[in-house]
Protein backbone atom coordinates (compact mmCIF):
# COMPACT_ATOMS: atom_id res chain seq x y z
CA UNK A 1 0.00 0.00 0.00
CA UNK A 2 1.18 3.40 -0.58
CA UNK A 3 2.57 5.62 2.34
CA UNK A 4 2.07 9.10 2.47
CA UNK A 5 5.94 10.43 2.33
CA UNK A 6 5.95 14.24 3.30
CA UNK A 7 2.88 16.28 2.74
CA UNK A 8 4.47 18.03 -0.12
CA UNK A 9 4.88 14.81 -2.08
CA UNK A 10 1.61 14.94 -4.64
CA UNK A 11 0.56 11.17 -5.01
CA UNK A 12 -1.24 9.82 -7.60
CA UNK A 13 -5.38 10.73 -8.24
CA UNK A 14 -7.61 9.28 -6.09
CA UNK A 15 -10.41 7.10 -6.84
CA UNK A 16 -9.00 4.62 -9.64
CA UNK A 17 -11.93 4.81 -12.88
CA UNK A 18 -12.58 0.95 -11.61
CA UNK A 19 -13.78 2.04 -7.98
CA UNK A 20 -16.85 1.14 -6.97
CA UNK A 21 -19.84 3.32 -7.22
CA UNK A 22 -20.74 2.10 -3.61
CA UNK A 23 -17.53 3.39 -2.34
CA UNK A 24 -18.61 6.88 -3.67
CA UNK A 25 -21.89 6.39 -2.27
CA UNK A 26 -20.65 5.81 1.23
CA UNK A 27 -18.52 8.54 1.51
CA UNK A 28 -20.86 10.96 0.09
CA UNK A 29 -23.91 9.79 2.54
CA UNK A 30 -20.78 9.56 5.54
CA UNK A 31 -20.01 13.81 4.81
CA UNK A 32 -23.60 14.45 4.68
CA UNK A 33 -24.23 12.97 8.24
CA UNK A 34 -20.94 14.65 9.36
CA UNK A 35 -22.02 18.06 7.98
CA UNK A 36 -19.53 18.66 6.61
CA UNK A 37 -21.01 21.86 4.45
CA UNK A 38 -19.29 25.28 3.96
CA UNK A 39 -21.55 26.83 6.84
CA UNK A 40 -21.00 23.75 9.27
CA UNK A 41 -17.55 23.54 8.82
CA UNK A 42 -16.87 27.52 8.80
CA UNK A 43 -18.57 28.57 12.00
CA UNK A 44 -16.58 25.40 13.67
CA UNK A 45 -13.86 26.79 12.61
CA UNK A 46 -15.21 30.48 13.67
CA UNK A 47 -14.32 32.17 9.80
CA UNK A 48 -17.12 33.95 8.00
CA UNK A 49 -16.44 31.32 4.78
CA UNK A 50 -14.41 28.65 3.78
CA UNK A 51 -12.48 31.16 1.91
CA UNK A 52 -11.23 32.53 4.75
CA UNK A 53 -9.95 29.26 6.68
CA UNK A 54 -6.48 28.43 7.91
CA UNK A 55 -4.97 25.37 8.52
CA UNK A 56 -3.83 24.10 12.03
CA UNK A 57 -0.32 24.45 10.33
CA UNK A 58 -0.87 28.27 9.01
CA UNK A 59 -1.69 29.02 13.28
CA UNK A 60 -5.43 28.55 12.90
CA UNK A 61 -6.58 27.58 16.78
CA UNK A 62 -10.25 26.55 16.69
CA UNK A 63 -10.81 22.75 16.20
CA UNK A 64 -7.16 22.28 17.86
CA UNK A 65 -7.16 19.59 20.18
CA UNK A 66 -8.09 15.87 19.52
CA UNK A 67 -11.27 15.63 17.12
CA UNK A 68 -14.01 14.41 19.20
CA UNK A 69 -16.52 13.27 16.18
CA UNK A 70 -16.68 13.23 12.40
CA UNK A 71 -16.83 16.42 11.26
CA UNK A 72 -13.39 17.16 13.23
CA UNK A 73 -11.61 14.18 11.57
CA UNK A 74 -12.70 15.28 7.87
CA UNK A 75 -11.33 18.75 8.69
CA UNK A 76 -7.81 17.68 10.43
CA UNK A 77 -7.39 15.07 7.46
CA UNK A 78 -8.31 16.22 4.65
CA UNK A 79 -8.52 20.47 5.02
CA UNK A 80 -5.61 20.47 7.79
CA UNK A 81 -3.56 17.32 5.88
CA UNK A 82 -3.15 16.29 9.81
CA UNK A 83 -1.59 12.66 10.81
CA UNK A 84 -4.40 10.89 12.56
CA UNK A 85 -4.08 7.54 14.58
CA UNK A 86 -5.99 4.85 12.24
CA UNK A 87 -8.26 3.95 15.71
CA UNK A 88 -9.44 7.34 16.28
CA UNK A 89 -10.35 7.55 12.58
CA UNK A 90 -12.07 4.22 12.08
CA UNK A 91 -13.72 4.78 15.56
CA UNK A 92 -15.43 8.34 14.60
CA UNK A 93 -16.11 7.60 10.57
CA UNK A 94 -17.00 3.87 10.94
CA UNK A 95 -15.26 0.94 9.59
CA UNK A 96 -17.55 0.89 6.41
CA UNK A 97 -16.24 4.41 5.74
CA UNK A 98 -12.47 3.71 6.41
CA UNK A 99 -12.55 1.09 4.08
CA UNK A 100 -14.31 3.38 1.45
CA UNK A 101 -11.54 5.89 1.83
CA UNK A 102 -8.96 3.36 1.09
CA UNK A 103 -10.80 1.75 -1.63
CA UNK A 104 -10.90 5.58 -3.00
CA UNK A 105 -7.30 5.86 -2.63
CA UNK A 106 -7.89 8.68 -0.43
CA UNK A 107 -5.73 8.05 2.67
CA UNK A 108 -3.05 5.86 3.59
CA UNK A 109 -0.53 4.79 6.35
CA UNK A 110 1.72 7.98 6.77
CA UNK A 111 5.01 7.13 6.41
CA UNK A 112 6.72 7.26 9.86
CA UNK A 113 3.46 7.85 11.64
CA UNK A 114 3.03 4.87 14.23
CA UNK A 115 -0.18 3.44 12.46
CA UNK A 116 -1.61 6.25 11.58
CA UNK A 117 -3.21 7.68 8.44
CA UNK A 118 -2.90 11.14 6.06
CA UNK A 119 -5.16 12.07 3.51
CA UNK A 120 -3.57 12.17 0.10
CA UNK A 121 -6.04 14.62 -1.34
CA UNK A 122 -7.73 17.97 0.05
CA UNK A 123 -11.14 17.66 0.10
CA UNK A 124 -13.44 20.64 1.03
CA UNK A 125 -17.44 21.64 0.99
CA UNK A 126 -17.56 24.47 -1.40
CA UNK A 127 -20.33 25.90 -3.88
CA UNK A 128 -23.17 23.16 -2.59
CA UNK A 129 -20.25 20.48 -3.72
CA UNK A 130 -17.29 18.22 -2.07
CA UNK A 131 -14.33 18.99 -4.08
CA UNK A 132 -11.03 17.58 -3.91
CA UNK A 133 -7.52 18.91 -5.32
CA UNK A 134 -4.33 18.49 -4.55
CA UNK A 135 -2.76 19.26 -1.09
CA UNK A 136 -1.15 22.34 -0.39
CA UNK A 137 2.71 22.23 0.86
CA UNK A 138 2.67 22.25 4.71
CA UNK A 139 6.16 24.67 4.31
CA UNK A 140 7.10 27.37 2.08
CA UNK A 141 10.71 25.21 2.01
CA UNK A 142 7.97 22.33 0.06
CA UNK A 143 7.06 24.61 -2.66
CA UNK A 144 9.57 23.72 -4.72
CA UNK A 145 8.29 19.65 -4.62
CA UNK A 146 5.06 20.92 -6.26
CA UNK A 147 4.57 18.90 -9.73
CA UNK A 148 4.30 21.34 -12.82
CA UNK A 149 0.62 19.98 -12.92
CA UNK A 150 -0.51 20.60 -9.51
CA UNK A 151 -4.45 20.49 -9.29
CA UNK A 152 -5.17 24.00 -7.90
CA UNK A 153 -7.65 24.18 -4.87
CA UNK A 154 -10.90 25.38 -5.61
CA UNK A 155 -11.10 27.26 -1.91
CA UNK A 156 -8.71 30.15 -2.63
CA UNK A 157 -9.64 33.59 -3.75
CA UNK A 158 -9.07 33.49 -7.16
CA UNK A 159 -11.60 31.01 -7.68
CA UNK A 160 -14.21 32.22 -5.78
CA UNK A 161 -14.02 35.49 -7.66
CA UNK A 162 -13.60 33.73 -10.96
CA UNK A 163 -17.03 31.78 -10.12
CA UNK A 164 -18.85 35.21 -8.29
CA UNK A 165 -18.87 36.58 -12.32
CA UNK A 166 -20.46 33.17 -13.91
CA UNK A 167 -24.20 32.82 -14.33
CA UNK A 168 -26.54 30.18 -14.08
CA UNK A 169 -26.92 28.10 -17.46
CA UNK A 170 -30.45 26.28 -16.08
CA UNK A 171 -31.31 23.99 -19.17
CA UNK A 172 -28.23 24.99 -21.20
CA UNK A 173 -25.06 23.36 -22.26
CA UNK A 174 -22.15 24.70 -20.54
CA UNK A 175 -18.15 24.31 -20.96
CA UNK A 176 -16.07 25.12 -18.37
CA UNK A 177 -12.06 25.41 -20.26
CA UNK A 178 -9.00 25.35 -18.01
CA UNK A 179 -11.32 23.60 -15.44
CA UNK A 180 -8.60 22.03 -12.79
CA UNK A 181 -10.95 20.25 -10.32
CA UNK A 182 -14.27 21.15 -12.95
CA UNK A 183 -15.72 23.45 -9.68
CA UNK A 184 -17.52 25.88 -12.28
CA UNK A 185 -18.68 22.83 -14.29
CA UNK A 186 -20.04 21.27 -11.48
CA UNK A 187 -21.47 23.95 -10.27
CA UNK A 188 -23.43 24.44 -12.93
CA UNK A 189 -24.58 20.74 -13.38
CA UNK A 190 -26.24 20.96 -9.85
CA UNK A 191 -27.79 24.46 -10.45
CA UNK A 192 -29.79 22.89 -13.19
CA UNK A 193 -27.77 23.15 -16.44
CA UNK A 194 -28.45 20.09 -19.14
CA UNK A 195 -25.07 19.07 -19.72
CA UNK A 196 -21.52 20.25 -18.48
CA UNK A 197 -18.23 19.72 -19.92
CA UNK A 198 -14.98 20.29 -17.68
CA UNK A 199 -11.42 19.99 -19.69
CA UNK A 200 -8.36 20.80 -18.65
CA UNK A 201 -4.66 20.29 -20.51
CA UNK A 202 -2.99 18.33 -17.53
CA UNK A 203 -4.17 14.69 -17.07
CA UNK A 204 -4.09 15.09 -13.43
CA UNK A 205 -6.64 17.52 -13.14
CA UNK A 206 -8.86 15.88 -15.28
CA UNK A 207 -8.88 12.51 -13.17
CA UNK A 208 -9.61 14.81 -10.29
CA UNK A 209 -12.33 16.41 -12.51
CA UNK A 210 -13.72 13.14 -12.80
CA UNK A 211 -13.30 11.62 -9.27
CA UNK A 212 -15.05 15.43 -8.39
CA UNK A 213 -18.10 14.63 -10.63
CA UNK A 214 -18.28 11.10 -9.31
CA UNK A 215 -17.95 11.96 -5.87
CA UNK A 216 -21.09 14.85 -6.37
CA UNK A 217 -22.91 11.76 -8.26
CA UNK A 218 -22.98 14.21 -11.68
CA UNK A 219 -21.24 12.08 -13.77
CA UNK A 220 -23.91 11.31 -15.99
CA UNK A 221 -24.06 14.67 -16.75
CA UNK A 222 -20.81 15.95 -16.46
CA UNK A 223 -17.77 15.04 -19.28
CA UNK A 224 -14.55 15.67 -18.61
CA UNK A 225 -12.41 15.96 -21.04
CA UNK A 226 -8.41 16.10 -21.75
CA UNK A 227 -8.05 19.20 -23.87
CA UNK A 228 -5.65 22.28 -24.80
CA UNK A 229 -8.11 24.89 -25.11
CA UNK A 230 -10.53 23.96 -27.99
CA UNK A 231 -8.04 20.84 -29.61
CA UNK A 232 -10.39 17.80 -28.38
CA UNK A 233 -13.98 19.63 -28.57
CA UNK A 234 -14.03 18.67 -32.00
CA UNK A 235 -17.69 20.56 -33.31
CA UNK A 236 -19.32 20.36 -29.85
CA UNK A 237 -20.89 23.99 -29.18
CA UNK A 238 -22.20 25.51 -25.91
CA UNK A 239 -24.89 28.25 -24.73
CA UNK A 240 -22.05 29.28 -21.72
CA UNK A 241 -18.45 28.71 -21.84
CA UNK A 242 -15.97 29.87 -18.92
CA UNK A 243 -12.62 29.92 -17.83
CA UNK A 244 -10.16 31.07 -15.47
CA UNK A 245 -6.91 29.94 -17.19
CA UNK A 246 -3.38 30.76 -16.36
CA UNK A 247 -2.47 34.43 -16.84
CA UNK A 248 1.07 34.93 -15.51
CA UNK A 249 3.57 35.52 -18.33
CA UNK A 250 6.59 33.06 -17.83
CA UNK A 251 10.02 33.03 -20.16
CA UNK A 252 9.99 29.15 -19.06
CA UNK A 253 7.37 27.00 -17.71
CA UNK A 254 7.28 25.79 -14.33
CA UNK A 255 3.34 25.73 -13.30
CA UNK A 256 0.29 24.66 -15.66
CA UNK A 257 -2.67 26.36 -13.58
CA UNK A 258 -0.20 29.71 -13.42
CA UNK A 259 1.87 30.20 -16.46
CA UNK A 260 0.49 31.22 -19.90
CA UNK A 261 3.92 31.94 -22.07
CA UNK A 262 5.36 35.32 -22.78
CA UNK A 263 2.70 37.96 -22.60
CA UNK A 264 0.82 36.02 -19.94
CA UNK A 265 -2.02 35.71 -22.98
CA UNK A 266 -0.64 32.36 -24.33
CA UNK A 267 -4.52 30.62 -23.22
CA UNK A 268 -6.86 33.12 -22.94
CA UNK A 269 -6.29 34.15 -26.41
CA UNK A 270 -6.58 31.06 -27.56
CA UNK A 271 -9.57 30.61 -25.61
CA UNK A 272 -11.87 33.80 -27.02
CA UNK A 273 -9.88 32.67 -30.96
CA UNK A 274 -12.28 29.29 -30.42
CA UNK A 275 -15.24 30.75 -29.31
CA UNK A 276 -16.61 32.16 -33.09
CA UNK A 277 -16.47 28.17 -33.95
CA UNK A 278 -18.25 26.66 -30.14
CA UNK A 279 -20.54 29.52 -28.68
CA UNK A 280 -24.14 29.31 -29.89
CA UNK A 281 -25.87 32.46 -31.12
CA UNK A 282 -27.31 34.20 -27.87
CA UNK A 283 -24.24 32.56 -26.07
CA UNK A 284 -22.48 33.88 -23.06
CA UNK A 285 -18.91 33.64 -22.45
CA UNK A 286 -17.15 34.65 -19.41
CA UNK A 287 -13.25 34.67 -18.43
CA UNK A 288 -11.61 35.99 -15.57
CA UNK A 289 -7.47 36.71 -16.36
CA UNK A 290 -5.19 38.78 -16.29
CA UNK A 291 -4.27 40.91 -20.03
CA UNK A 292 -2.97 43.86 -21.08
CA UNK A 293 -3.65 47.26 -22.62
CA UNK A 294 -0.80 47.38 -24.99
CA UNK A 295 0.64 50.87 -27.18
CA UNK A 296 -2.37 51.57 -29.15
CA UNK A 297 -4.24 48.63 -28.17
CA UNK A 298 -6.26 48.65 -25.08
CA UNK A 299 -7.45 45.52 -24.13
CA UNK A 300 -11.21 45.65 -25.56
CA UNK A 301 -10.11 46.34 -28.60
CA UNK A 302 -7.43 43.33 -28.45
CA UNK A 303 -9.78 40.61 -27.35
CA UNK A 304 -12.21 41.88 -29.98
CA UNK A 305 -9.76 41.43 -32.76
CA UNK A 306 -9.54 37.96 -30.74
CA UNK A 307 -13.29 36.94 -31.94
CA UNK A 308 -11.81 37.45 -35.51
CA UNK A 309 -14.13 37.58 -38.44
CA UNK A 310 -17.36 36.58 -36.37
CA UNK A 311 -16.38 39.79 -34.02
CA UNK A 312 -19.56 41.72 -35.02
CA UNK A 313 -21.65 38.87 -33.53
CA UNK A 314 -20.54 39.60 -30.02
CA UNK A 315 -20.85 42.30 -27.67
CA UNK A 316 -17.64 42.58 -25.30
CA UNK A 317 -17.46 43.63 -21.80
CA UNK A 318 -14.51 44.16 -19.75
CA UNK A 319 -14.84 44.95 -16.47
CA UNK A 320 -11.13 45.52 -14.56
CA UNK A 321 -10.49 44.42 -11.35
CA UNK A 322 -6.90 45.52 -10.35
CA UNK A 323 -4.50 46.62 -12.48
CA UNK A 324 -0.66 46.85 -11.95
CA UNK A 325 2.16 47.77 -13.85
CA UNK A 326 5.53 46.24 -15.69
CA UNK A 327 7.62 46.31 -12.42
CA UNK A 328 4.85 44.97 -10.04
CA UNK A 329 4.10 42.42 -12.74
CA UNK A 330 8.11 41.44 -13.09
CA UNK A 331 8.02 41.58 -8.69
CA UNK A 332 5.34 39.13 -9.09
CA UNK A 333 6.13 37.17 -11.82
CA UNK A 334 9.90 36.53 -10.64
CA UNK A 335 8.93 37.60 -6.80
CA UNK A 336 12.38 39.82 -7.07
CA UNK A 337 14.11 36.24 -6.36
CA UNK A 338 17.60 36.79 -8.10
CA UNK A 339 18.17 40.12 -6.46
CA UNK A 340 16.86 42.32 -10.01
CA UNK A 341 19.72 41.22 -12.16
CA UNK A 342 16.94 39.92 -14.90
CA UNK A 343 14.96 43.28 -13.80
CA UNK A 344 15.75 45.15 -16.56
CA UNK A 345 15.30 41.97 -18.98
CA UNK A 346 11.86 41.49 -18.12
CA UNK A 347 11.22 45.25 -18.78
CA UNK A 348 12.55 45.34 -21.94
CA UNK A 349 10.77 42.05 -22.69
CA UNK A 350 7.43 44.04 -21.91
CA UNK A 351 8.37 46.95 -23.51
CA UNK A 352 8.97 45.24 -26.78
CA UNK A 353 5.67 43.48 -26.24
CA UNK A 354 3.98 47.59 -25.98
CA UNK A 355 2.53 46.75 -22.73
CA UNK A 356 1.76 49.25 -21.02
CA UNK A 357 -0.07 47.74 -17.90
CA UNK A 358 -1.83 45.10 -16.91
CA UNK A 359 -5.59 44.40 -15.87
CA UNK A 360 -7.37 41.47 -13.86
CA UNK A 361 -10.14 41.39 -16.23
CA UNK A 362 -13.68 39.88 -16.21
CA UNK A 363 -14.17 39.55 -19.67
CA UNK A 364 -18.08 38.78 -20.99
CA UNK A 365 -18.68 38.09 -24.51
CA UNK A 366 -22.18 37.53 -25.58
CA UNK A 367 -22.99 36.22 -29.13
CA UNK A 368 -25.88 38.52 -29.33
CA UNK A 369 -25.24 41.16 -31.48
CA UNK A 370 -26.30 39.80 -34.96
CA UNK A 371 -27.93 42.79 -37.50
CA UNK A 372 -26.95 45.73 -35.38
CA UNK A 373 -23.64 47.32 -34.20
CA UNK A 374 -21.72 45.43 -31.61
CA UNK A 375 -21.01 46.89 -28.64
CA UNK A 376 -17.69 47.11 -26.54
CA UNK A 377 -17.79 48.72 -22.83
CA UNK A 378 -14.34 48.70 -20.23
CA UNK A 379 -15.88 49.77 -16.76
CA UNK A 380 -13.92 49.51 -13.27
CA UNK A 381 -15.03 46.96 -10.92
CA UNK A 382 -16.81 47.90 -7.99
CA UNK A 383 -17.47 46.08 -4.30
CA UNK A 384 -17.24 42.60 -4.92
CA UNK A 385 -18.36 42.79 -8.65
CA UNK A 386 -20.29 39.47 -10.02
CA UNK A 387 -21.86 38.70 -12.74
CA UNK A 388 -24.99 40.78 -11.33
CA UNK A 389 -23.17 43.57 -12.08
CA UNK A 390 -21.91 42.75 -15.46
CA UNK A 391 -25.54 42.07 -16.20
CA UNK A 392 -26.46 45.52 -15.78
CA UNK A 393 -23.43 46.90 -17.56
CA UNK A 394 -24.53 44.96 -20.38
CA UNK A 395 -28.21 46.30 -19.97
CA UNK A 396 -26.95 49.74 -19.41
CA UNK A 397 -24.76 49.58 -22.62
CA UNK A 398 -28.18 48.31 -24.75
CA UNK A 399 -30.14 50.90 -23.42
CA UNK A 400 -27.37 53.59 -23.99
CA UNK A 401 -27.53 52.50 -27.53
CA UNK A 402 -31.22 51.67 -28.76
CA UNK A 403 -33.54 53.71 -26.58
CA UNK A 404 -33.30 57.21 -28.74
CA UNK A 405 -30.81 59.33 -30.03
CA UNK A 406 -30.47 62.00 -27.53
CA UNK A 407 -30.32 61.69 -23.31
CA UNK A 408 -33.91 63.91 -23.42
CA UNK A 409 -35.23 61.07 -25.92
CA UNK A 410 -33.72 58.20 -23.71
CA UNK A 411 -34.91 59.41 -20.71
CA UNK A 412 -38.40 60.35 -21.50
CA UNK A 413 -40.66 59.58 -19.46
CA UNK A 414 -37.90 58.52 -16.60
CA UNK A 415 -37.81 59.20 -12.70
CA UNK A 416 -34.66 58.20 -11.96
CA UNK A 417 -34.08 58.04 -8.65
CA UNK A 418 -30.43 58.30 -6.15
CA UNK A 419 -28.82 54.65 -5.65
CA UNK A 420 -28.13 53.61 -2.13
CA UNK A 421 -24.30 54.09 -1.33
CA UNK A 422 -24.25 57.18 -3.94
CA UNK A 423 -21.37 59.46 -2.42
CA UNK A 424 -21.30 63.21 -2.45
CA UNK A 425 -18.64 65.66 -1.83
CA UNK A 426 -19.29 69.15 -2.22
CA UNK A 427 -16.11 71.29 -3.00
CA UNK A 428 -16.23 74.79 -1.32
CA UNK A 429 -13.65 77.43 -2.10
CA UNK A 430 -13.04 80.65 0.11
CA UNK A 431 -12.47 83.89 -1.19
CA UNK A 432 -10.64 87.34 -0.12
CA UNK A 433 -13.17 87.55 2.70
CA UNK A 434 -13.11 84.36 4.16
CA UNK A 435 -16.01 83.65 2.95
CA UNK A 436 -16.87 79.64 1.28
CA UNK A 437 -19.12 78.90 -1.83
CA UNK A 438 -19.98 75.55 -3.51
CA UNK A 439 -17.90 75.58 -6.76
CA UNK A 440 -18.69 72.08 -7.89
CA UNK A 441 -19.06 68.27 -6.65
CA UNK A 442 -17.86 64.75 -7.06
CA UNK A 443 -20.15 61.67 -6.42
CA UNK A 444 -18.91 58.51 -6.93
CA UNK A 445 -20.36 55.10 -6.55
CA UNK A 446 -18.94 51.80 -5.85
CA UNK A 447 -21.91 49.59 -7.43
CA UNK A 448 -22.43 48.04 -9.49
CA UNK A 449 -19.18 49.48 -10.89
CA UNK A 450 -16.95 52.04 -9.47
CA UNK A 451 -17.40 55.28 -11.04
CA UNK A 452 -16.27 59.09 -9.76
CA UNK A 453 -17.79 61.74 -11.81
CA UNK A 454 -17.66 65.40 -11.66
CA UNK A 455 -20.55 67.41 -11.34
CA UNK A 456 -21.32 71.30 -11.33
CA UNK A 457 -22.25 72.99 -7.67
CA UNK A 458 -25.87 72.19 -8.11
CA UNK A 459 -25.19 68.25 -7.69
CA UNK A 460 -26.41 68.11 -4.31
CA UNK A 461 -30.20 69.52 -5.08
CA UNK A 462 -30.10 67.56 -8.49
CA UNK A 463 -29.56 64.28 -6.70
CA UNK A 464 -32.45 65.55 -3.96
CA UNK A 465 -34.66 65.96 -6.85
CA UNK A 466 -34.30 62.36 -7.85
CA UNK A 467 -36.15 60.63 -5.76
CA UNK A 468 -37.99 58.69 -8.32
CA UNK A 469 -40.99 61.22 -8.55
CA UNK A 470 -40.11 63.58 -10.53
CA UNK A 471 -38.71 63.19 -14.82
CA UNK A 472 -36.29 65.53 -16.50
CA UNK A 473 -38.57 68.11 -16.71
CA UNK A 474 -39.95 67.84 -13.38
CA UNK A 475 -35.82 68.16 -12.40
CA UNK A 476 -35.48 70.96 -14.49
CA UNK A 477 -38.21 72.84 -13.00
CA UNK A 478 -36.82 72.08 -9.16
CA UNK A 479 -33.63 73.13 -10.33
CA UNK A 480 -35.10 76.47 -11.45
CA UNK A 481 -37.42 76.96 -8.26
CA UNK A 482 -34.28 76.76 -6.02
CA UNK A 483 -32.55 79.77 -7.80
CA UNK A 484 -30.26 77.14 -9.35
CA UNK A 485 -30.16 77.61 -13.00
CA UNK A 486 -30.68 80.41 -15.17
CA UNK A 487 -33.18 80.51 -18.09
CA UNK A 488 -31.25 79.14 -21.17
CA UNK A 489 -30.44 75.89 -19.23
CA UNK A 490 -32.51 73.39 -20.88
CA UNK A 491 -33.93 69.82 -20.62
CA UNK A 492 -31.14 68.38 -22.95
CA UNK A 493 -28.91 69.98 -20.21
CA UNK A 494 -30.24 68.51 -17.27
CA UNK A 495 -30.86 65.39 -19.35
CA UNK A 496 -27.52 65.04 -19.90
CA UNK A 497 -26.01 65.22 -16.65
CA UNK A 498 -29.13 62.98 -15.29
CA UNK A 499 -27.70 60.07 -18.05
CA UNK A 500 -23.98 60.78 -16.74
CA UNK A 501 -24.82 59.99 -13.23
CA UNK A 502 -27.26 56.85 -14.36
CA UNK A 503 -24.80 55.44 -16.37
CA UNK A 504 -22.05 55.67 -13.45
CA UNK A 505 -24.85 53.46 -11.26
CA UNK A 506 -25.51 56.74 -8.98
CA UNK A 507 -29.17 57.10 -10.09
CA UNK A 508 -31.27 54.18 -11.18
CA UNK A 509 -33.89 54.34 -13.70
CA UNK A 510 -36.72 52.19 -13.58
CA UNK A 511 -36.59 50.67 -16.87
CA UNK A 512 -32.61 49.80 -15.95
CA UNK A 513 -32.88 48.84 -12.59
CA UNK A 514 -29.46 48.53 -10.45
CA UNK A 515 -29.17 44.85 -9.14
CA UNK A 516 -29.04 44.61 -4.59
CA UNK A 517 -25.83 44.98 -3.63
CA UNK A 518 -23.85 41.27 -2.64
CA UNK A 519 -25.10 40.71 0.82
CA UNK A 520 -27.92 43.79 0.79
C1 LIG B 1 -5.92 28.95 -12.55
S1 LIG B 1 -6.27 27.23 -12.77
C2 LIG B 1 -8.03 27.26 -12.68
C3 LIG B 1 -8.65 26.00 -12.15
C4 LIG B 1 -10.15 26.11 -11.82
N1 LIG B 1 -10.93 26.48 -12.98
C5 LIG B 1 -10.36 27.14 -10.73
O1 LIG B 1 -10.77 28.26 -11.02
O2 LIG B 1 -10.12 26.81 -9.56
C6 LIG B 1 -5.91 27.07 -14.50
C7 LIG B 1 -6.08 25.65 -15.07
O3 LIG B 1 -5.83 25.73 -16.49
C8 LIG B 1 -5.19 24.54 -16.92
N2 LIG B 1 -4.52 24.85 -18.19
C9 LIG B 1 -3.36 25.48 -18.40
N3 LIG B 1 -3.10 25.59 -19.71
C10 LIG B 1 -4.16 25.05 -20.37
C11 LIG B 1 -4.49 24.87 -21.74
N4 LIG B 1 -3.68 25.28 -22.70
N5 LIG B 1 -5.64 24.26 -22.04
C12 LIG B 1 -6.48 23.81 -21.06
N6 LIG B 1 -6.21 23.94 -19.74
C13 LIG B 1 -5.07 24.56 -19.40
C14 LIG B 1 -4.28 24.20 -15.76
O4 LIG B 1 -3.93 22.83 -15.78
C15 LIG B 1 -5.14 24.59 -14.54
O5 LIG B 1 -5.87 23.50 -14.09
Redesign the pocket.
Given at each position: MTTVAGLAASPPPPGALDAPPDAFAVLRDALAAAKFDESTVSARLGVPSLYDVKRLVDRRTTLASAPEDANAVLVRLFIDSEMLPTSLVERLLGARVLAALHTLGMVAPAAGGDASLAATVMLYPTQGLWLTSDRMPMRVADLHLVPQ?YV?S?LNDL?RQ?LDGVPDATGGRVL??????G??ALRAARRGAAEAWA????PR?VDFARFNARLNDLDDRVHVVE???WAALGAETFDLVVA???YVPALSHRF??RDAGADGEQ?ARRIVEGLAAHLRPGGRFVMRAALSDRRGAPIATRVREWLGAAGDQFDVVVLEDGEYGPMDAYKSVTKGGKGFVDCEQWLRHFDALGVERFAVSVVEMRRDAAGRVPLTERRVAGRTPDHRAMDWVFRWARRAASSGATPEARLAAQRPRVAPGSRLAVHLESDASGAWFNVGAVVEIAWPTHAVVKAPALAPTLLELCDGTRDVPAILAGLRDAGLVSEDVTRADVAHLVEVLAAAGALELPDCPLPAPVGA
Amino acid sequence: MTTVAGLAASPPPPGALDAPPDAFAVLRDALAAAKFDESTVSARLGVPSLYDVKRLVDRRTTLASAPEDANAVLVRLFIDSEMLPTSLVERLLGARVLAALHTLGMVAPAAGGDASLAATVMLYPTQGLWLTSDRMPMRVADLHLVPQDYVFSALNDLTRQYLDGVPDATGGRVLELCAGTGVAALRAARRGAAEAWATDIAPRCVDFARFNARLNDLDDRVHVVESDAWAALGAETFDLVVAHPPYVPALSHRFDFRDAGADGEQVARRIVEGLAAHLRPGGRFVMRAALSDRRGAPIATRVREWLGAAGDQFDVVVLEDGEYGPMDAYKSVTKGGKGFVDCEQWLRHFDALGVERFAVSVVEMRRDAAGRVPLTERRVAGRTPDHRAMDWVFRWARRAASSGATPEARLAAQRPRVAPGSRLAVHLESDASGAWFNVGAVVEIAWPTHAVVKAPALAPTLLELCDGTRDVPAILAGLRDAGLVSEDVTRADVAHLVEVLAAAGALELPDCPLPAPVGA
